[in-house]
């Protein structure tokens, strides 16, 4: 019977001690838990500087207004574009000038240049200057339609697919020349080549430029006409440029 009594007070001592160990902590327990001072870790992703190209490539495509006939080779107005964009931007961008043009040219010989040449397709800036001759040579206005349209989709394929990287520049007028000597025929015709041109540019959302006005002072401003008596002048070409400019900067910089 003691036994059994010391058997059972073992076991109500062990359960009060247990007890006592499961207790919720005092509410009156000043004791307070230590957190660490972790360091804050910043997610933010860090900004990013957007490079600025360095290396810029020019393709000019025309005839003899853009291989500059009768005036010296820095002279003619890719060359004056060049120069002053380089003036334009930080030294140590470059400028590279690839011009397709020669004398004489119609649409259709420049087309039959372009693909016997086949520039790249990495252009930064396409100029198109193009049609006098088909005046000049009578060929029929229709193929002008039809020639110009593939021009400008050549233009955009080689300025890197984009049609924001072309400049489409109005023909001269050298009926304001000696060698036009005032013919309105000649003006009239020009006119309409350069209205076709304009139409369809502002409808594609191409930009125009048009030059043809400055070209009109050429027998008033004979400064403006070069010593052959027919094509334009260094100064008339940094007049285009003058116009060509801002366009060129603001494709270059967007």
């Known amino acids: 019977m003691k036994k ?29 838990t230590i957190v660490p001072n972790l360091p804050i870790v910043d997610t933010t992703p860090p900004e990013t500087t957007p490079q600025t190209q360095k290396n810029y490539k020019i393709l000019s495509l025309g005839d003899s207004y853009t291989i500059g006939q009768s005036v010296c080779e820095t002279c003619r107005f890719p060359e004056q574009l060049k120069s002053r964009l380089v003036s334009n931007f930080d030294a140590d961008t470059s400028f590279e000038l690839k011009i397709i043009a020669r004398t004489g040219w119609t649409t259709s010989n420049l087309l039959s240049a372009i693909a016997t040449e086949n520039p790249s397709q990495d252009f930064d800036l396409v100029t198109l200057l193009i049609g006098v001759n088909n005046q000049y040579q009578g060929k029929p206005f229709s193929l002008y339609e039809t020639e110009f349209v593939k021009l400008v989709d050549i233009a955009k394929v080689k300025g890197k697919g984009d049609k924001r990287n072309i400049i489409v520049i109005s023909i001269p007028d050298y009926a304001y020349t000696p060698f036009g000597n005032g013919n309105a025929t000649i003006s009239a015709e020009i006119d309409k080549y350069n209205q076709f041109a304009k139409t369809y540019c502002d409808a594609n959302n191409i930009t125009y430029i048009n030059i043809t006005d400055i070209t009109r002072l050429g027998l008033i401003t004979t400064e403006f006409v070069a010593s052959d008596g027919l094509h334009p002048s260094a100064l008339a070409y940094s007049r285009f440029v003058d116009r060509i400019l801002p366009k060129a900067i603001e494709k270059l910089k967007d």
């Open 4 to 32: 059994i009594m010391y058997l059972l007070i073992f076991a109500l001592t062990l359960i009060l001690s247990c007890s006592n160990e499961l207790a919720l902590p005092d509410s009156n327990d000043t004791t307070k």
